[in-house]
């Protein structure tokens, strides 16, 4: 049916080779792209001889002449971004110029600033629409799958949604005292940016980590939930209609926690640039560097996740809650495709998107959020690949 262009070779990416040569009629050529071609190879030593065919390229992602040439020379129907949010624009600008569809997993951010803001990709909209080209936003887990739960809901069991709760829970454990799950420098800069949530018709800001509750995961247990922001309520505040509140909760350790504390006192969370013996670092990717690499924890790391929304609304005038979530089990995603489920929960969506773009399900020209598509063949599609989802009509609420 197409060809995909990955661009990027780290933990997601791995995630997403491996399940688009399970689907071989839709990616019937993949091209694995990243800065060090490498990895690329190796992900192709490994997967290669199926029916996908599979080759691999060097390319700078920053550099749009560089993505051009690599397009026109490969001429994928899609390109498939999972390398890093400062990439997002130089590759939809290539897929401007090329007459490619795009799809990614985060949302553009500068280098300089931790700001996790839509706008500049959000002003792509007429440009694609004009191409006839579609671009999908934030397709992974959260956000990704958690916009998709929220326009499940909204088609089959509400009226209105007034308020959303994401709990992104990680109850695995990799045995060493810190290391983050996915990319640090991103992951960092995520956790130690202040707190925001959506309330009537504005962003309340919380200092970061500040807000705390207890909640009862099934499979999981009661653990601690932080309130943090994350990129899909903004997308989620404008699309789900009369949604009054929405917050994002996530799970730390008091370890976790701890650790990042002295981190960030000692000023290695940090992402102005410092002199150090004549040279200009960046403390936060030097911290990086010296962290256990995420696509490393596959192996070590055991238990599960639990990803999913809590909804309160009304339905033919009656109060109505529902909550919808995904476990993943760490060591079941390892032997599967290798890689934990942190990557393994993001990997898989992006599959999804790009074959249901590529199937003409999801394919409507402009610049969209996942929540904007029919959420139906998706929902479908999780259940096949890898992340099956439960329904409980009568869940506990957070405060
Ligand atoms: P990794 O750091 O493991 O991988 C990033 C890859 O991108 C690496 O192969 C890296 O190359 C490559 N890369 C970086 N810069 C460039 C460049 N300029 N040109 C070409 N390639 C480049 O990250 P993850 O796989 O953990 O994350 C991938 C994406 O997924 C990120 O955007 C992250 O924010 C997103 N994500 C989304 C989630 C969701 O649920 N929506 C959850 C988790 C992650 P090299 O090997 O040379 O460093």
Redesign the pocket.
Known sequence: MGKALI???????SVVVHKCVQVPDVFEEICIA???KS?CDALKEKLDGGKTKIQTAQ????NVDELVELINSFKPDIVIN????Y?DLTIMDACLATGVHYLD??NYEPLDTAKFEYKWQWAYREKFEEAGLTAIL?C?????VTGVFSAYAQKHYFDEIHQIDIVDANAGDHGYPFATN??PE?NIREITANGRYWENGEFIETPPLSEKRVYDLPEIGPKDVYLLYHEELESLAQNIKGIKKIRFWMTFSEKYLTHLKVLENVGMTSIEPINFEGQEIVPLQFLKAVLPD??SLGPRTKGKTNIGCIFQGVKDGEEKTYYVYNVSDHQECYREVGSQA??Y??GVPAMIGAMLLLQGEWKKPGVYNVEEFNPDPFMDALNEYGLPWQEDFNPELID
Request: aromatic share 6%.
């Open positions: 661009i990027g070779a780290g933990g997601v990416a990243s800065r060090t990895k390319v700078d992602a920053d999972v390398a890093l949010p990439q997993t985060a934030g992974g887990f959260d956000p990704g996915f990319n991103i995420p696509a942190i990557s929960t993001t």
